[in-house]
Nanobody, 115 residues
Framework: QVQLVESGGGLARTGGSLRLSCVASRSISSFSAIGWYRQAPGKQREYVTSITRADSTNYADSVKGRFTILRDSAMTTVYLQMNNLKPEDTAVYFC?????????WGQGTQVTVSS
């Protein structure tokens, strides 16, 4: 089992940047992948990006070239660097750890982008 805590959300202007953090209660090296998802008001939760144990990354088309997922060498924190933010990026952002032990979610952090 692992606990995930997201932070770094807040208010940004269009074109601005934010960096989200997902801190795990233990090493996440045993998980197959760590991902970021988001849920806007009235919409379903959607995939944003993920990084595998082998450091392979994948991005939703809507964030390619603007968002970057990073992982620290201690394998306890995953970051989401968000640049060139748009109003449509407004959502609650969730961190997810997925592996043979199951799927774990954080509580989310709110990102609001003003036009």
């Amino acid at each position: 089992q692992v606990q995930l805590v997201e932070s770094g959300g807040g208010l940004a202007r269009t074109g601005g940047s934010l960096r989200l953090s997902c801190v795990a209660s233990r090493s996440i090296s045993s998980f197959s992948a760590i991902g970021w998802y988001r849920q806007a008001p009235g919409k379903q939760r959607e995939y944003v990006t993920s990084i595998t144990r082998a450091d392979s990354t994948n991005y939703a088309d809507s964030v390619k070239g603007r968002f970057t997922i990073l992982r620290d060498s201690a394998m306890t924190t995953v970051y989401l660097q968000m640049n060139n933010l748009k109003p449509e990026d407004t959502a609650v952002y969730f961190c997810n750890a997925y592996g043979t032990m199951g799927s774990y979610w954080g509580q989310g952090t709110q990102v609001t982008v003003s036009s």
